[in-house]
């Protein structure tokens, strides 16, 4: 099946600097990826839906200005959490859809879990 | 914006017995539903999924319904196994958007 990757699997930072996650479809080319934030026992809520060669869409409630996201290529997509914060801290999951298959299914990344301390 | 409910919120069974979960969603447009196995720390796995044209999906020990008027689908595991303990989550995409609305999940132990 296709493959994402995500980098890094995880990462300490402290507050007010600022962390860049990259998500990578590794065999497949995906026009559009989506990034999820999961906090502990909770779900995965979704944040933003990028997209290739135009602005990301964000979900209600979530910073535009805090959370940049880029997808500059057909297999690259970064998030980057500018200023982050101690309430930042999370498990932040990418995915993408092997379009050229048909199938809806999506695939995941294998998550960044990110320690603002 | 679609909402997806998901219930139990903890499921405890015996080994060899049978698990149900249950989801609703909220957009009728919906048409799309996997349902993902996650185990901590660990990305999401497909387990199954399933079109709204399907009323009922099986594969080996784990079956999908779909109830469109009610907007209601289930997860039914038969035969649980110790390995089958996880976190499973239903979710709802539509259309051309497919992005993925989660619902908060189901923390299931199987008993050995």
């Known amino acids: 099946g296709a493959v994402v990757s995500q980098h890094p699997s995880w990462v300490i930072c402290k507050s007010g600097t600022s962390v860049k996650i990259e998500c990578r479809s590794l065999?497949?080319?995906?026009?559009?990826m989506f990034w999820y934030r999961q906090f502990p026992k909770q779900s995965l809520m979704l944040m933003a839906t990028?997209?290739?060669?135009?602005?990301?869409?964000?979900e209600q409630g979530v910073e535009k200005d805090k959370f940049l996201i880029n997808h500059a290529s057909l297999t690259l997509s970064t998030l980057t959490v500018t200023s982050a914060h101690p309430e930042d801290s999370s498990f932040y999951i990418c995915?993408?859809?092997?379009?050229?298959?048909?199938?809806?299914?999506?695939?995941f990344g294998p998550g960044t879990r990110l320690t603002v301390l | 914006g679609e909402n997806v409910e998901q219930h139990p919120s903890t499921l405890s069974v015996q080994e060899g017995d049978s698990a149900v979960i249950k989801c609703t969603y909220s957009?009728?447009?919906?048409?799309?539903f996997p349902w993902y196995k996650q185990e901590l720390g660990k990305r999401p796995q497909l387990i199954i999924d399933?079109?709204?044209?399907?009323g009922e999906k099986k594969d080996q020990r784990i079956a999908v319904t779909l109830n469109k008027t009610a907007k209601h689908f289930s997860l039914h595991i038969t035969e649980t196994q110790p390995e089958d303990s996880a976190v499973y989550f239903c979710?709802?995409?539509?259309?051309?958007?497919?992005?993925?609305?989660f619902g908060s999940g189901t923390r299931l132990l199987v008993r050995p």
């Open positions: 399933f079109r709204s044209i399907v």
């Open positions: 065999d497949f080319q995906a026009t559009t």
């Open positions: 995915s993408a859809r092997d379009q050229a298959s048909g199938r809806d299914e999506q695939f």
């Open positions: 990028s997209n290739e060669g135009s602005k990301a869409t964000y």
């Open positions: 957009d009728s447009a919906s048409n799309y």
């Open positions: 979710a709802a995409s539509k259309g051309s958007s497919y992005k993925l609305i």
